[in-house]
């Protein structure tokens, strides 16, 4: 006798969590590279490498809204108002993310 897998074998996720990471690590890196190429001069009581800190922090931020995006394609998967809920929220997510991310990469410099 022999057995049939009735599964689908198709994944839901349109793209790899790599992939996803990557997109939002991206796009955080590109904002806070902006943002810190447009002040001025810095305190010199920072120090040297004052823009390391944020320049690792807010990317990781922007990963893990990534991560959220990803999380949502389950919901996203069905269409009407379930996929555009899942778009908002993942926007939300990120933005949230962001924020926390940029908050604690400029501790001690811009956020004293």
């Known amino acids: 006798m022999t057995q049939h897998n009735s599964l689908p074998t198709q994944s839901i996720h349109a793209a ?4 996803r990471m ?3 690590a991206g796009i955080a890196l590109i ?4 943002f810190l190429f447009q002040t001025g ?4 009581e920072w ?3 004052w823009m390391i800190k944020p320049l690792i922090i807010v990317p990781l ?3 893990c809204g990534g991560i959220a995006y990803y999380v949502m394609d389950h919901i996203r998967y069905h269409n009407g108002w379930r996929k555009v809920m899942a778009n908002i929220l993942s926007l939300i997510v990120y933005i949230i993310a962001l924020w926390l991310g940029t908050v604690l990469g400029l501790n ?3 956020w004293n």
């Open 16 to 19: 790899p969590l790599s992939k």
């Open 31 to 34: 904002l806070i590279v902006f």
């Open 41 to 44: 001069e810095p305190n010199p």
């Open 47 to 49: 120090g040297k490498l």
């Open 108 to 110: 001690g410099t811009y």
């Open 22 to 24: 990557l997109q939002g």
């Open 61 to 63: 931020a922007g990963a």
